[in-house]
Every structure is written in structure tokens, then in C-alpha cells.
């Protein structure tokens, strides 16, 4: 990754280059900026230049509440998400919901769930075809104690888009095991590791 990461720095420029306009080639530098240490040619500072310097608004926008979430600047993260209006571009959207969820789920994890309530709300009802802000909104409240309104959630998330690439049973067998459900939450914990997929910290937990 080392040795690529100039190639990689130098192609990514350069598609921004050729076609300012294209938000895929400015969202992909933006990340690498944002992800590459500083040796390597990453920089929060580039980042934020790379989004003021967006053609549209809305990309603008999108690109500085990353950066912000980059800087674990999540107040001000949180507002500038919560704040996007409803986006056509279908790249734009894609990366305000990723990166949105994102920072309801590190918020999540940092005993800051009630701040990152409304925002999770609102991205469950703005996209209501998508499992990751429906599961997001299932880890607040699970964050904040309210282990049935989890269980709920999660089990909605379970039917929608993209579910299959999140740690369901094992969060479902968390919120089981907190409410006493102890032969259920075994059942979901079981089922998770069985299906092989998560992170290690997740599996061996499980």
C-alpha cells in the first residue's frame, strides 16, 4: 500500500484534473487525503480545500461534513449531516448516507448516542430502502438502553438492502442478552458465527 499510494495519489489528481466536474474522482481524493498518513500525502487541510472548491453546493457541503467526521469533529459533523437537503446525484447521495451512518455509528460506539438520535432518525426515514441507516438507528437505541426499539430496528434492517454485509445477529444477541433473553441471544450469537462473516473482534465476542 505504501509503494502505491503515490501512483494512486497522482492518477486520482489527475482525473480530478481532466474533469473538475466529476464528483466520483473529487470524492475518491477526498478520501484519500483524509485516509493516506501524512508521508504518504494525506491531508484533512487538502481535503477541505478539495470541498470548498466543488463545483455544485451540495457536493461542497457533503464533502466538508466528511472531513469534519475525519477530524472527530462530531458535533459540528453531526449538524452539517442532519442539515443536507434531499440530493439527486446518485454518487453524492450514496456518500452523504455512508459517510452519515458512519458518524451516527462512531458516535454510537463513543457514549454519544442521544446526540446522534435525530440524525439517525432521519436518515431511517429518508432512506427506507437501505438496511445501514435503519441499523444505525437500532445501535443508538440499543446505545441508550432501549434494547426492544433495537431489536425492532434490527429486525427491519434484516429485510432491506445491503443487510447482508452487517453484524445483525450478533447486535440482535447483544440486545437479546441485555433484556434476559438468554436461550435467544445463545440462538443469534450461534448464528452469527456459524454464517463466518464480521469482524474478528465481533466473532470472538460472539
Excluded at 487541510?45 to 477530524?71: H, T, Y
Excluded at 457514549?111 to 431511517?124: E, H, V
Amino acid at each position: 500500500a505504501a509503494r502505491s499510494a503515490g501512483a494512486v495519489r497522482d492518477a486520482l489528481l489527475a482525473a480530478n484534473e481532466i474533469e473538475p466536474t466529476w464528483y466520483p474522482a473529487r470524492s475518491a481524493l477526498s478520501e484519500f487525503y483524509l485516509m493516506a498518513p501524512g508521508m504518504m500525502g494525506g491531508s484533512t487541510a487538502k481535503a477541505q480545500e478539495l470541498a470548498r472548491a466543488a463545483p455544485r453546493p451540495e457536493q461542497a457541503r457533503v464533502l466538508e461534513a466528511r472531513a469534519l467526521a475525519a477530524e472527530k469533529k462530531y458535533d459540528a459533523a453531526l449538524q452539517a449531516f442532519a442539515s443536507l437537503p434531499a440530493i439527486a446525484e446518485p454518487e453524492l447521495a450514496d456518500d452523504a448516507r455512508a459517510w452519515a451512518v458512519q458518524c451516527v455509528l462512531v458516535m454510537a460506539g463513543q457514549g454519544q448516542a442521544a446526540k446522534a438520535l435525530p440524525l439517525a432518525q432521519k436518515l431511517a426515514q429518508e432512506h427506507p430502502r437501505h438496511a445501514q441507516p435503519t441499523f444505525a438507528l437500532a445501535r443508538v437505541k440499543a446505545e441508550t438502553g432501549a434494547h426492544e426499539d433495537a431489536l425492532k430496528f434490527y429486525e427491519q434492517a434484516a429485510a432491506l438492502k445491503g443487510a447482508d454485509a452487517l453484524p445483525l445477529a450478533w447486535r440482535i444477541g447483544i440486545s437479546q442478552q441485555e433484556l434476559g433473553r438468554k436461550d435467544a441471544a445463545r440462538a443469534s450469537f450461534t448464528r452469527f458465527v456459524a454464517a463466518g462473516k464480521g469482524s474478528k473482534n465481533a466473532l470472538d465476542d460472539a
